[in-house]
């Protein structure tokens, strides 16, 4: 972390990334990164399709489990 709280390295995942790994169910792979994060931007474009496509779901699970939460600190959520 750097000392405003932000990760020192991140990987900010969009929605293409995370609902391609879901889709085939390789999250796990998403899970090795360093420090995932994203924009609440992409986490509402896959609660908006959890109903059409429900394995985003597991997306959702995965980032609240493994997320920094890197938007609050820098004021973006």
């Given at each position: 972390m750097t000392g405003d709280g932000i990760p020192a390295n991140p990987s900010v995942l969009n929605t293409t990334v995370l609902s391609n790994f879901a889709y085939i169910d390789q999250l796990w792979v998403v899970t090795r990164l360093s420090e995932i994060c994203t924009v609440p931007v992409v986490r509402e474009e896959l609660e908006h399709g959890v109903d059409d496509h429900p394995y985003l779901q597991s997306t959702l699970d995965?980032?609240?489990?493994?997320?920094?939460?890197?938007?609050?600190?820098?004021?973006?959520i």
């Open positions: 995965t980032l609240d489990a493994e997320c920094v939460p890197f938007g609050v600190a820098v004021g973006i």
